[in-house]
């Protein structure tokens, strides 16, 4: 099975596949005849860049392509009092004596870095569907884990600044 995706995050990675087929691929062809009509190609480095640009929108179009023919679809309703996807949620990390937030999001807009925990990762498995209050365990391997605490859960509406990062 491939990447969970919600209705949003296929939506989006539609946009940017045609976006990268009506306009991204236009000027990349372009770029390699303009580069092209300069001469001599063994050493004209426009020409290669410009290949090199064109091939890598064709390899992300294919790899997007693949990931939706290959995704499986999930729902980001939840129910209020429940950590779903989209939700923010304030954890206190008992080891660390620190209250930490994070929202929940589909694999593919994961990025601890930026509070966005994935439902594929250890502490978005732990997390997903409990309720405010819930002490639960967050298995990071066979030898390791740690508590957290579920101190609140907010509904988190998806912004124009959201999107599928890049691989």
């Known amino acids: 099975m491939g990447e969970k995706l919600t209705k949003s995050d296929v939506a989006k990675i539609e946009e940017e596949i045609n976006y990268r087929k009506l306009v991204v691929r236009k000027n990349a062809i372009e770029a390699v005849k303009e580069a092209r009509a300069q001469g001599d190609l063994s050493e004209n480095f426009e020409y290669y860049a410009a290949k ?16 939706l023919k290959n995704a499986q679809i999930v729902s980001d309703e939840s129910k209020d009092d429940e950590v779903g996807i989209n939700n923010t949620v304030e954890l206190y990390m008992e080891d660390d004596d620190e209250v930490e937030t ?8 994961g990025n601890s870095l930026e509070g966005l925990i994935s439902i594929e990762s250890p502490l978005g498995k732990a997390i997903f569907k409990h309720k405010a209050g819930d002490r639960v365990y967050v298995k990071v391997n066979d030898k390791i884990g740690y508590y957290v605490e579920i101190r609140s859960i907010r509904n988190t509406q998806e912004t124009p600044e959201d999107h599928i990062r890049s691989f």
């Open 102 to 109: 994070y929202r929940l999001v589909t694999s593919i807009r």
């Open 52 to 67: 090199k640009d064109k091939n890598q929108n064709e390899s992300r179009i294919r790899y997007l392509e693949r990931m």
